[in-house]
Structures are given as C-alpha cells and as structure tokens.
C-alpha cells in the first residue's frame, strides 16, 4: 500500500495538466524501461508498455484536471483521506497510474495503455492503434470502490461565439462576482445540487434587470461545473450584495455590448444541468453543464458547454436542441470531441471482476456512470475485446475538493492483483 501512495505524490510532484503533460510522459517511459518493459508512443502521446505475453491490459489516462493551485500540488491526509491544498488532487487517474507503477516494479506480465488528454476529449483514446495482445481489458478511471462499471455516457462539446459591438452605458458601473463555489464534474457531480456561478450570476443580473453587459468571464473547465463568475454591468438603479453574489460600484466608464440584454437572457434560460433522469440505472440520462462564457474587448463572445447522454440517439437530439437554443441569440455553433457511449454489457470478463470485488468487499454491484470512460471509444476500436471499469473511491474530481479513500486504494489493489492472477 505504501508504494502505492508514495508513487502517486510522486506523480503529484510533476506537472501534468492536460496539453502539458511531456515531463511525466519522459517519467513514466524512463521508469518502464528502467524494469524492462517495451514502450511505444504514438504521435498523440499516448503510451503504450507491454512484457512477456500478457492477457490483460491495464488502462488510465495520465493527464489530470487543473483546478485552483495546480500543477502544484500539496498532500495531506484527513479522516482517512488523501487531499490537496487548494488546488484539485489528480487522484483521477495518477491513483491508477500509482497502481501500474508498482505492477511494474512486480514485473507482471500485462500490458498498460496510458492515453493523453482524456480530461479534454478523450484526445488520446481517439487515436489509439497499438496491437494490443491481450482480449481483456480493465480501465481503472471508475471512482467507487466496489463497483463494477460496465457503460457509461457519451458525449460533445458545444460551443458557440457571436461577434458584438460596443455602446455607451446609461447609469452606475458595477462589478458582479460569484466566486469560490465548490464546483464539481461536469458528469458524476451534476445531479448532486451543486450550484453554477454562471447560473447564479445569471439569475441575478436577470432579477435585478439589468440590460447593459460590459464584460462576463466564468467557469474553468469545460468538465467542471463553474465556481466563479465575474461580469462587468451597467445599471440604472442601485445593487446590492447577496449571500451568493458580490456587487461592488466601479468609478471605470467602459462601453457595453449592443446585445448584452440577449446575453444575460440566453445565460438565465439556458436549462444547465440534468435534463432527464434513467431510473434503471440510477443515474442522469441526458445532461449540460454551461461551463464557460467570456467575452473580450473586441466583443467576441465565447460559450462552451460538454453535453451527456447514455445513448447516441439521445446525444443527438440535445445536440440539436442546444445549437438551436444558441443559433436563437445569433451564435455561431460548432460540436468538438464528440466520444460514444459505452453501452453496458456483461460478459464473462466483467463477471470475474464482479467475483473479485465482492470476495474483498464483500458486496458489488455492476454500474453505468453518467461520465465518459474511454472504454466506449476503445471498444469501438477492439471490438472483440472485453472490457470493465473499477477504481477507488474519489470524490469532487475536477475542484479543489478532490479527494481519495486511503483504504479504497488499498483494497481495489487488492481486487486488481486477485483479477491479474485469474486472468
């Protein structure tokens, strides 16, 4: 267990924010050659690591979610807890890519595949052509111990821009700010009640009618459910500050954009959040999170979104819905790394590993998450390869409330040497 933890702070120690992950790539290739394993990369930077005549492969993306101070990150334990220092902890997926360190210094037989920029697209696993041997594979990007998941959603980044032009303002200059909001995943976390600073800067600026828009900057990620949101107003009567929402008057005199009435409407419709629930599996069927919107000083407005469903006819139709919605504030619209779903499907690979889990935790239970794993994207490309999902307990990926259980590691470790040694 010990090497297993003190390989991830070593992970912790470098930077590896996604599109700026090549120092812990060099790392992780220079550790696999150091115990003889053979290593491929790709021209996306995936990694691919192979010994002997292996029958399964490990899966995990190596690049992680930037949130707050990162990619300095600081541990400490808790409660039984691993967590960072205002800054998000890259448990998800450096904890599985922990695992794999110390099967290397086992020198097991498997093969591991390391996909790049999966926190942005799923880049790497788009990309993916390695001849993979084995006919089995366990991805280790799942966040609930005893778990055994077996679908998850698809998905696709909307964004939408409009070019606007500046007018004189009427009245008191304002700056409204959301800020340090937990924030939370776009997908596992969307359903949990979680507020968006966007949402909220919306409601008020839309309560409060106000019509004159200077500048909007909000959200960080587009995976991440929005913490701050700050906007730069006009308004003829006075306003005040909220629990949530901060108002404090500017003695600056900027311009406002001709259509920033349109803006803080489309914010305050937009329907974020979970749009239908699937009561068979227990989770969101079909969901948006309003990520990010900015507006710069030439009045180019930029909105992002990331869109999930369980099903690509269902994807399909709030893709629709969503380019409409923004085609009727005259954005201009486009769809990037759209990645499919995975749909559930038992075998006897995921019995086995449903067998597994329940001897060490002595329950299981077989899942679909409302997330995209890159076990839909690989299927697609390994057909007839068999493929699960597990991985500790983490919760609040993508914030600075991201934290690992102490013990999960240890016991899904556990699940995974005894499903290495059936296989």
């Not at 690049?63 to 400490?76: L, N, R, S, W």
């Not at 089995?136 to 998905?155: F, H, K, P, R």
């Not at 979970?274 to 919107?293: K, M």
């Not at 500790?392 to 590691?409: A, F, L, N, Q």
Request: charged share 25%.
């Amino acid at each position: 267990m010990s090497a297993i933890i003190d390989h991830f702070k070593t992970l912790t120690q470098i930077p590896h924010c996604s599109k700026e992950a090549d120092k812990l790539l060099d790392f992780l290739v220079m550790f696999a050659k150091d115990r003889s394993y053979s290593v491929e990369i790709d021209e996306v930077k995936n990694i691919f690591i192979s010994r002997g005549t292996p029958t399964l492969c490990l899966q995990a993306h190596y690049d992680m979610v930037c949130m707050g101070k990162a990619p300095i990150v600081e541990t400490y334990e808790e409660d039984g807890w691993m967590k960072a220092k205002d800054s998000s902890l890259g448990a998800d997926n450096g904890m599985a890519i922990a695992m794999m360190m110390r099967l290397m210094d086992e020198e097991q037989e498997l093969e591991f595949l390391l996909t790049s920029d999966e926190e942005i697209g799923l880049i790497g696993a788009n990309e993916v052509a390695f001849d993979l041997k084995s006919k089995q594979m366990l991805n280790l990007d799942s966040e609930d111990e005893a778990e055994v998941y077996i679908g998850c959603a698809g998905g696709v980044d909307i964004t939408a821009v409009k070019q606007d032009s500046y007018v004189d303002a009427k009245g008191e200059c304002y700056e409204v700010a959301v800020k340090g909001l937990v924030g939370g995943h776009s997908g596992v976390d969307i359903d949990k009640g979680i507020p968006s600073a966007i949402k909220e800067l919306g409601a008020y600026l839309h309560t409060h009618n106000v019509t004159q828009l200077a500048s909007i900057y909000g959200g960080e990620r587009r995976n991440s459910i929005p913490a701050n949101a700050v906007a730069i107003i006009y308004s003829e009567t006075a306003l005040e500050s909220t629990d949530m929402v901060q108002a404090r008057k500017l003695n600056e005199q900027p311009l406002v954009l001709g259509e920033g009435d349109k803006v803080i409407d489309m914010i305050h419709t937009f329907e974020h959040g979970v749009r239908a629930q699937n009561v068979e599996l227990g989770i969101p069927d079909v969901s948006i999170n309003l990520a990010i919107i900015t507006a710069d000083e030439k009045g180019r407005l930029t909105v992002e979104t990331s869109a999930r469903a369980m099903g690509a006819e269902k994807l399909e139709i709030l893709s629709s819905e969503t380019v409409s919605f923004f085609e009727s504030y005259g954005f201009d619209v486009e769809l990037e790394d759209k990645y499919p779903a995975w749909k559930p499907d038992i075998s006897d690979f995921t019995n086995l590993v449903s067998r597994e889990m329940k001897s060490v935790f002595g329950t299981t239970k077989m899942m679909a998450i409302h997330a995209g794993l890159e076990c839909g994207v690989i299927g697609e490309k390994y057909p007839q390869m068999k493929l699960a999902s597990i991985g500790p307990t983490i919760r609040y990926p993508h914030s600075t409330r991201e934290k690992v259980k102490m013990d999960s590691v240890e016991k899904t470790f556990e699940v995974l040497q005894r499903i290495i040694d059936k296989v």
